[in-house]
């Protein structure tokens, strides 16, 4: 694998840079054209103009309902709140996130695997796919804090080396994300410009980050810039259930949850297996294991989701 003096950086950041837009240089859809895809094409062209697209109904009321008892599983499981991957509050404690959690939970790996999902990342991403990140996104009510906006890849890029934008999130709720809860903001198009965004990583930026992200954060000028492109902020509200498929690069956030409703999200990151992760674009070591997959990756193999051969 090639180490990044040995390779251009087509996507600088942070380092001395200048906060700007710069113009995407890698496509949105990699898949050719003639190829079908494996949901409606309209859909595609959505995901492509917009940068996400949302599902509603990809999981059955019995799979969701495993997923939630797995969610409460985990969140009181005690060994699993020693470990690294369970990131809490700065303030109250309560936990925010668990990372890594299609390792932590046989549950969750069995649904990262599934076509609906893997198909999908295939066809979006045209390579093979692997599980760069995945975590499971704990908001509390009354407590949980906000997420200010950012461009996943800029962190990804700089901070863990991926090279390229051929990534893609898709979270499933878990609970239902209403509009006052805290639910996952995006700005539509934001995704065909590359936020360069200023100032240096500090070492071990990544203990800071998971709880507050303090730099790789865009500047108000281009937040405005973008937010007047993209005509207005979507948010991804439904039931439990619905799923939201998102670009590496499309510029999202969310805020505070000052309501009683919890909103909890499981998030698998697809990357494409020859966009796999080289040295720091920052000069730091690299981000933990838990955080971002790196070294030999295996390419996911498909297989649908049973729960009554887990039972």
């Known amino acids: 694998m090639p180490t990044n003096s040995e390779a251009q950086d087509l996507y600088p950041s942070r380092g001395g840079a200048a906060a700007t837009l710069a113009p995407?240089?890698?496509?949105?859809?990699?898949?050719?054209?003639?190829?079908?895809?494996?949901?409606?094409?309209?859909?595609?062209q959505a995901y492509e103009r917009r940068g996400f697209?949302?599902?509603?109904?990809?999981?059955?009321?019995?799979?969701?309902?495993a997923m939630q008892v797995?969610?409460?599983?985990?969140?009181?499981?005690?060994?699993?709140?020693?470990r690294p991957e369970a990131i809490r509050e700065r303030e109250t404690g309560a936990l925010r996130t668990v990372f890594r959690v299609h390792r932590l939970s046989p549950l969750f790996a069995a649904v990262a695997a599934d076509p609906r999902l893997v198909e999908l990342a295939r066809y979006l991403l045209d390579d093979e796919v692997y599980i760069h990140q995945s975590r499971l996104n704990y908001k509390p009510g009354f407590g949980g804090k906000e997420?200010?906006?950012?461009?996943?890849?800029e962190t990804w890029h700089v901070e863990d080396g991926m090279p390229r934008m051929r990534a893609l999130?898709?979270?499933?709720?878990?609970?239902?994300?209403?509009?006052?809860?805290?639910?996952?903001?995006?700005l539509p198009g934001s995704h065909r410009s590359y936020v360069v965004c200023t100032g240096d990583?500090?070492?071990?930026?990544?203990?800071?980050?998971?709880?507050?992200?303090?730099?790789?954060?865009?500047?108000?000028?281009?937040?405005?810039?973008?937010?007047e492109q993209s005509g207005g902020i979507a948010a991804a509200i439904g039931p439990p259930g619905t799923t939201t498929v998102f670009d590496c690069n499309v510029m999202h956030g969310s805020?505070?949850?000052?309501?009683?409703?919890?909103?909890?999200?499981?998030?698998?990151?697809?990357?494409?297996?020859?966009n796999g992760l080289r040295e720091p674009y920052c000069g730091r070591p690299p981000r933990p294991g838990f955080i971002a997959t790196r070294g030999s990756i295996?390419?996911?193999?498909?297989?649908?989701l049973e729960l009554a051969a887990r039972s």
């Not at 797995?70 to 020693?82: I, K, W």
């Not at 999130?169 to 995006?186: E, K, V």
């Not at 990583?201 to 937010?227: F, I, M, N, W």
Request: proline share 10%.
């Open 147 to 153: 997420f200010y906006w950012h461009s996943d890849f």
């Open 53 to 65: 697209l949302i599902l509603q109904a990809l999981f059955n009321d019995t799979e969701l309902a």
């Open 201 to 227: 990583t500090p070492a071990d930026h990544y203990q800071q980050s998971l709880v507050k992200q303090e730099y790789g954060v865009p500047s108000d000028d281009c937040l405005r810039q973008l937010a």
């Open 255 to 274: 805020n505070g949850n000052i309501t009683p409703d919890p909103r909890s999200n499981v998030f698998f990151v697809y990357n494409a297996v020859s």
């Open 24 to 44: 995407r240089l890698d496509p949105v859809v990699h898949a050719p054209a003639e190829r079908a895809p494996p949901v409606a094409r309209q859909l595609i």
């Open 298 to 304: 295996q390419p996911l193999i498909p297989a649908p």
């Open 70 to 82: 797995e969610l409460e599983r985990l969140r009181n499981d005690p060994l699993l709140a020693q």
């Open 169 to 186: 999130s898709i979270s499933i709720s878990l609970t239902r994300n209403h509009a006052h809860n805290g639910p996952l903001l995006l």
